[in-house]
Structure formats: structure tokens, C-alpha cells
């Protein structure tokens, strides 16, 4: 079993297995008319997370599924990743994970039920971490495997955190580093370098627990998660959701490593890339190649994209700091009045995140 390596029994992997988002808007083009509910505050009429409804007192449920192949090759690992990055959609919305059902397909003449036991181990650590039961689930007899969660949460009315409500002026924060797209092409290319080796998965195993305090302050206007459509993708969704441009300050954009560049260079660049680039790149500055691969990169289990209005930009700095993310303190960008690009790039140098 220890020879198996899950990355070989798929054709994607992690978030950039994601629908392309010019392909998924066609796909959810409907003319079919669904009933007015007042109790649904966030659902399909926006871009965001995860669905969010009124429970009448005060509160509100958070409901949210979230899964995909894997992205590393070991099943306790991949475990892990599928389930922090569902568990993600709950604190990007501003709130507190309570209960999460395990979804599973297994290629079950292919690979040994052992493994996919070591992907349910992984899910339960991470379940456990996030305080909430791994309840149940549904599994099938599938030609890859599958692994993610459906996962409810609570998040009090006044405390939601969408998408589409920053505000001209919002500084932007974001709470991991990108690249792990452009390390995990690396280890499949077989030139990942062994200092290198277990730096993304680590990083994806990381719980976005600090959205749900985010969530508690009133001066941040608007929260997602970054995944399968890069920063570009979920900021140009905040931007037009908003009614708003963005600009990136290129070099406060923090990378997962030193010398990503050197991976960039050997072409080590996933397919998602592209596919975002051509969804969304009408809408973009022009970038040179390497801005162009970090910004459009698929994250997995990627870190929070956080609009502040600037008189809380310290309190959010405050709570990055309390909260072992000082190295994201520095703001990377802001929200601008609607321009003719949808998010504006400024820089040509990279930010370099000392491990």
C-alpha cells in the first residue's frame, strides 16, 4: 500500500478540477424560474461560497460541499486537504463549522478499500481540528478517486461575510501564499526539488479558522476563499459582484517559496492555469508570464481574500498578528472605483515569503 501514489488514478487534481468559470457560468445558465424564499439570504444569485439561510433567531445556516481528486499522493494527506478546503467555505462566509458528511468515490477494483480508510482517517484529523463530527456521508463505486465534504455551519445574521459587498477604497488582504498549483505540477514533473517536498501539502492542511473571527468585524466588508480560479478569478468575482475595479500590488503578493520563478521557467504551470487565463483574461491587465502564472495558479485549500475598509485595516492587522499571520499583514491590493479592466496589476517584481 505504501507504494500506491493517488495522483496516477486521476486525470486532475485538488481545485484545479474546477469547471473553468466562462464554462460553469454556461452550465448554470437557466431560464427555469425558482420560487421566491425570503429565508434564503445567499444562494444561487451570487457567486459565492457557500448557501446561507435564515434560521429566524438570529442566525443562519451555512450550507456548503466542496470535493475532487487528489492532489498529492498520500491518502492520509489527501484526506486532510479535501477536507480543510470544504471546511473553508463555512469561515469564508464568516462562519463557525458545526457538521460535515463525508463524499466518496473509490475506483474499488483498482485500489484497496485500506486506502481509502486512510483518506476517512485524514478527513476525521481535520474535522477534529475545526471542533465539528464527521457525521456520516455517501460513497459510490466511481473510475477515480473522490474525496471532499458537505459541511453545515452557523454564522450569526449581522455577521455574514459575501463576496460581492466590498466597497470603494477596501484594502485587500490575503492570508495564504500562492503557488501551490504551479509545487504540485513540480512533484508530477519529477523536478521538484527535495528541500521542496511536502511545502504545499502543508499549506493545504492549514484551517482557514480565522475567517470566522473576521467574520465578528464590521469594518471587513467582503471575504472568499481562493481556489481552483486563482486570486484573479475569485477577485474578479468580488470586483464585478461589487460593482467595482481592483488593483494587485504585485510585489505584496506572497509566494509560497523564494524561487517559484524557477519553476515558472520549467514550465511547471498546470493546465487549470491556462483554462482560467482563458475565462476571465479580457477582464485583466496586461501581465507579464510569471505574474500572469502565480495570479492565475488554482490554489487548493487556498487562503481568504479579505476586503477591510481602511479605518479597520489596523484591528484586521491586529488579529493577523494574534493569530500567527504576520507575514500577511502587508495589504496586496485595493478595491477602485469601476474601471474599464476588471483588477488593474501594478509591479513587476515578486514578493518573496521567507518560509
Keep these: 500500500m505504501n507504494d500506491i501514489k493517488l495522483t ?49 433567531n ?24 479535501a477536507s480543510a478546503n470544504a471546511i473553508s467555505d463555512v469561515y469564508a462566509m464568516g462562519g463557525k463549522p458545526i457538521l ?15 486506502v481509502a480508510q486512510k483518506v476517512i482517517e ?12 464527521l457525521a456520516g456521508g455517501h460513497s459510490i463505486d466511481s473510475p477515480e478517486p473522490i474525496f471532499g465534504l458537505a459541511v453545515n455551519g452557523l454564522v450569526a445574521i449581522e455577521n455574514i461575510k459575501q463576496n460581492n459587498k466590498a466597497q470603494e477604497d477596501d484594502i485587500l488582504f490575503l492570508t495564504k501564499p500562492l503557488g501551490v498549483g504551479i509545487l504540485t505540477t513540480a512533484e508530477k514533473k519529477g523536478i521538484l526539488l527535495p528541500e521542496h517536498k511536502g511545502t504545499a501539502a502543508k499549506q493545504m492542511m492549514r484551517l482557514n479558522t480565522i475567517g470566522e473571527t473576521l467574520g465578528k468585524l464590521k469594518g471587513v466588508t467582503a471575504m472568499t476563499d481562493v481556489t481552483g480560479f486563482g486570486l484573479l478569478g475569485h477577485l474578479v468575482e468580488m470586483a464585478e459582484g461589487s460593482g467595482l475595479s481592483a488593483v494587485i500590488d504585485f510585489e505584496n503578493v506572497p509566494v509560497i517559496i523564494d524561487d517559484l520563478h524557477n519553476y515558472v521557467e520549467q514550465k511547471s504551470v498546470p493546465g487549470g492555469t491556462n483554462r482560467n487565463w482563458d475565462s476571465y483574461g479580457e477582464k485583466i491587465s496586461i501581465l507579464t508570464n510569471y505574474q500572469k502564472a502565480v495570479l492565475a495558479d488554482p490554489q487548493t485549500s487556498g487562503g481568504l481574500l ?50
Excluded at 448554470?28 to 457557500?50: R, W
Excluded at 463524499?103 to 477494483?109: F, H, K, M, Q, V
Excluded at 484591528?315 to 485595493?334: A, C, H, Y
Design 122 to 133: 485524514g478527513s476525521r484529523s481535520i474535522c477534529k481540528e475545526a471542533g465539528i463530527p
Design 58 to 81: 438570529g442566525n443562519a445556516l451555512i450550507s456548503t460541499t466542496d470535493f475532487f481528486m487528489p492532489i498529492v499522493d498520500d491518502p492520509y494527506e489527501f484526506g486532510r486537504i
Design 100 to 114: 460535515a458528511i463525508a463524499i466518496l468515490g473509490w475506483p474499488i477494483n483498482v485500489l484497496p478499500a485500506a
Design 8 to 56: 496516477q488514478y486521476s486525470h486532475g487534481a485538488g481545485c484545479g478540477c474546477k469547471i473553468a468559470p466562462k464554462v460553469l457560468d454556461e452550465i448554470l445558465t437557466s431560464n427555469f424560474a425558482m420560487p421566491d424564499n425570503d429565508k434564503l439570504i445567499v444562494g444561487n444569485h451570487s457567486k459565492d461560497d457557500a448557501a446561507v439561510y435564515d434560521l429566524d
Design 306 to 355: 479579505v476586503a477591510v475598509n481602511k479605518d479597520a485595516v489596523a484591528d484586521v492587522q491586529e488579529l493577523f498578528m494574534q493569530n500567527g499571520l504576520e507575514k500577511f499583514i502587508t495589504p496586496i491590493g485595493r478595491m477602485i472605483k469601476k474601471h474599464e479592466v476588471v483588477v488593474k496589476v501594478h509591479g513587476e517584481q515578486q514578493h518573496q515569503l521567507n518560509k
